[in-house]
């Protein structure tokens, strides 16, 4: 088995509006933040009874990879010809002679020579491992590469560090497009990661006070498709970053355990780095 890895990259995904729109996008929604299942109209709180306590920005993960399986491989196997009359009894193929049998066919030898080929992508959340929907969308727009995670927090940004990391989206991508071949010989069997990307999306979360019954709500917003929702508090600041090395948590010595059901011999190459992929 070879497998190609790979560029391990990070990329932050950027706002596709301002701060003083999404600013406003939250207070327009600010009743939001209380939900809507408090009774009566009465019950409800009126927009001028709501004030902005504070606010942050925060960056959540998603994992993009994509890899490709390719097999090269051969068979032999025994093919059932049928004849051309009823009157046929005998069938003598290069200078073989194959008896006619009673459903009016013969069996020949023969030996396959087989490729496959398939090719497989996944978005996953980073925190949950979910599907990402809208992912394919959200990476078409602008975003910068990021070498130095570090800078990720700048401005009180809150980072979510990935719960998944890389080696966990790959082995469930790989046992997609991994297969069991029905082979005498093979003479390819190949697996190359075209990407393994980490993308870093923009929310901005805001907690309104409904002062005349002093309760607080979150209103959350996405940076990429300005959709809200509410949430239940703000996320806190981390002390820590985790390492780029911790996320990116393959290489060489460790690929064979990529593969679903343990460790096998490989054959590692890494890919060199497109930079022209994912700037916007």
């Given at each position: 088995m070879e497998i190609q890895l790979a560029p391990e990259r990070v990329f932050a995904l950027q706002e596709r509006f301002g701060v003083e729109e999404i600013k406003q996008r939250a207070m327009d929604r600010r009743v939001a933040a209380f939900g809507s299942g408090l009774g009566s109209l009465l019950q409800r709180p009126k927009a001028d009874d709501i004030a902005l306590v504070q606010f942050q920005r925060r960056l959540e993960p998603f994992w993009h990879v994509?890899?490709?399986?390719?097999?090269?491989?051969?068979?032999?196997?025994?093919?059932?010809?049928?004849?051309?009359?009823?009157?046929?009894?005998?069938?003598?193929?290069?200078?073989?002679?194959?008896?006619?049998?009673?459903?009016?066919?013969?069996?020949?030898r023969v030996r396959e020579h087989c490729r496959e080929e398939s090719a497989r992508e996944s978005f996953a959340d980073g925190v949950t491992g979910l599907p990402v929907t809208d992912a394919q969308m959200a990476i078409q727009g602008s975003s910068a590469e990021v070498e130095d995670l570090s800078t990720l927090s700048t401005d009180d940004t809150v980072v979510v560090p990935p719960e998944h990391r890389a080696s966990y989206v790959i082995r469930q991508l790989f046992s997609q497009v991994m297969k069991p071949l029905q082979a005498d010989t093979v003479s390819e069997e190949s697996l190359t990661l075209e990407r393994t990307d980490l993308y870093y999306r923009p929310v901005w979360a805001f907690e309104f006070e409904w002062k005349p019954r002093q309760r607080r709500g979150v209103v959350e917003l996405d940076g990429i498709t300005g959709q809200t929702r509410q949430a239940a508090a703000l996320v806190p600041q981390l002390r820590r970053m985790v390492s780029k090395d911790v996320l990116f948590d393959i290489g060489a010595d460790t690929a064979g355990l990529l593969i679903p059901g343990g460790s096998i011999a490989v054959k590692v190459a890494r890919a060199a780095v497109d930079r022209s992929y994912g700037r916007g």
């Open positions: 994509a890899c490709r399986a390719r097999y090269a491989y051969e068979r032999e196997r025994d093919y059932v010809v049928p004849v051309s009359a009823p009157e046929v009894q005998e069938v003598t193929l290069e200078g073989s002679t194959q008896p006619v049998n009673a459903a009016r066919t013969f069996s020949i």
